[in-house]
């Protein structure tokens, strides 16, 4: 069993940044593709962003590629979104997810934090 706890969302304006980190509990964090999703209110959950359990590849939205950046250190059971240039649309519930596939579907996660909001100001 693995637990995932996310942290670092908050109120920023657009343009901004935020780095929201994904903490895991247990040792077998790096067994697992780790990916972020999203959901803005009203809306279905989003992909957002996913790396490959030894970080070696990663793969973005079209909405937010060039702007963030997923990264994993599995050493520290953890892992990062930067997200940079953030838009009001980028408003959301941030959310981290492991699976044990490489995978953009959420069906496809097994273990999912219980998300943090990110809110950005026009």
């Known amino acids: 069993q693995v637990q995932l706890v996310e942290s670092g969302g908050g109120l920023v304006q657009a343009g901004g940044s935020l780095r929201l980190s994904c903490a895991a509990s247990?040792?077998?964090?790096?067994?697992?593709?780790m990916a972020w999703f999203r959901q803005a209110p009203g809306k279905e959950r989003e992909f957002v962003a996913v790396i490959s359990w030894n970080g070696g590849m990663t793969y973005y939205a079209d909405s937010v590629k060039g702007r963030f950046t997923i990264s994993r250190d599995n050493a520290k059971n953890s892992g990062n979104l930067q997200m940079n240039s953030l838009k009001p649309e980028d408003t959301a519930v941030y959310s981290c997810?492991?699976?044990?596939?490489?995978?953009?579907?959420?069906?496809?996660?097994?273990?999912w934090g219980q998300g943090t909001q990110v809110t950005v100001s026009s």
């Open positions: 997810g492991l699976s044990n596939e490489y995978t953009t579907s959420h069906d496809e996660y097994n273990y």
């Open positions: 247990g040792r077998t964090f790096s067994r697992y593709a």
